[in-house]
């Protein structure tokens, strides 16, 4: 295993240099363990292989923090923006997205390539492959309603999705929760409820604040099928949120809605958009975008198109302090 785990280390590294996987004839570039991991056959062509390629990548990092996913499309040459000569501009193109100096990109590359083998290990499928050897799915549309005008935060999540392969079956539906700044609350949950379009096979607590669902679908998708879906995540009371909710797409979307309600009472002392934020930037105070206006009842309508894969986009917001005693 260790030595398997070692020489899919150094295919993948092979493969990022240069063009990545915009060099010619990749039949010669892909070793033993690549042509396992991509399935890969010997009459693929260059077009089938980087498509394969592609797709798997993004399988496996369906669940790696942003900047590392973005890292690992970059240096293959996978991302749209990024399809540059050489892997030091890569590299540099890297940088200047996350706001870091090259140094600290190529140790995201190295973070990101390591998190990959590791998801590659057990070579594990997802079962929303069904019986055969393909998978996958884009997002057509993404339209979220947030509500923290209640008890808690409640998002409803409504997405239109494609199937890319036959015999789709399940998805993965994954929710990060950020910590809080200035708060004690260490231990987070989140409730999840489908209001149409699946059901929820399992739960996966990834780490302490990302969580991932298991979507069964109403029935198999095949290749160009659409389906929509809803889910409603919901912050038990008295667990603080991170004031900023942000979609950062690793796979293209063509168009995000997104509608907040702070409600009357509620209303933040500043809003403002955020437009492709580099992910480390997502998380800072104050804000970097522009500042928007709440209409009378508290509620903001925003959208996005197009948007680019591995950055963020929605909306960020400084709390009005809450009256001293």
């Not at 290990?121 to 309603?145: I, K, M, Y």
């Not at 209640?150 to 539906?173: S, T």
């Not at 907040?260 to 970097?288: I, K, N, T």
Request: charged content about 25%.
């Amino acid at each position: 295993m260790t030595h398997e785990r070692d020489a899919l280390t150094a295919e993948l590294g092979a493969l990022r240099k240069g063009r990545g996987v915009h060099e010619r004839n990749l039949q010669a570039r892909m070793g033993e363990q690549l042509h396992r991991l991509f399935g890969i056959a010997a009459s693929d062509d260059d077009t089938t292989i980087r498509i394969r390629i592609g797709e798997r990548v993004h399988e496996l990092l369906a669940d790696a923090p942003p900047d590392l996913a973005t890292a690992v499309l970059a240096a293959l040459g996978l991302h749209p923006e990024c399809r540059l000569r050489f892997l030091a501009e890569r590299t540099d193109w890297l940088a200047a997205e996350l706001g870091c100096e090259a140094r600290t990109a190529r140790r995201r590359i190295d973070d990101g390539f390591a998190l990959l083998v590791e998801a590659a290990g057990p070579r594990r499928r997802l079962s929303s492959r069904g019986e055969g050897d393909g998978d996958g799915w884009t997002v057509r549309s993404f339209r979220a309603t947030l509500r923290l005008d209640g008890p808690g935060p409640e998002l409803i999540d409504e997405r239109q999705i494609v199937a890319v392969r036959d015999g789709l079956r399940e998805i993965p539906v994954s929710m990060s929760l950020p910590p809080a700044p200035d708060t004690t609350v260490l231990e987070r949950d989140l409730v999840a409820e489908v209001l149409y379009g699946g059901h929820i096979r399992a739960k996966d607590r990834v780490s302490a604040s990302h969580f991932r669902y298991w979507l069964e679908l109403p029935s198999t998708l095949q290749a160009g099928q659409k389906h929509e879906y809803s889910v409603a995540f919901r912050i038990p009371p008295g667990q603080p949120m991170s004031p900023h909710y942000a979609f950062l797409p690793l796979w293209p979307c063509e168009y995000f809605h997104l509608r907040v309600r702070f409600g009357q009472s509620r209303q933040p002392a500043a809003v403002w958009r955020l437009d492709g934020v580099p992910p480390r930037l997502v998380d800072e105070q104050p804000g970097h975008g522009d500042l928007l206006e709440l209409d009378r009842l508290g509620e903001v309508e925003l959208e996005f198109r197009p948007l680019r894969t591995g950055l963020g986009y929605g909306i960020g917001w400084t709390p009005t302090p809450m009256p001293t005693p």
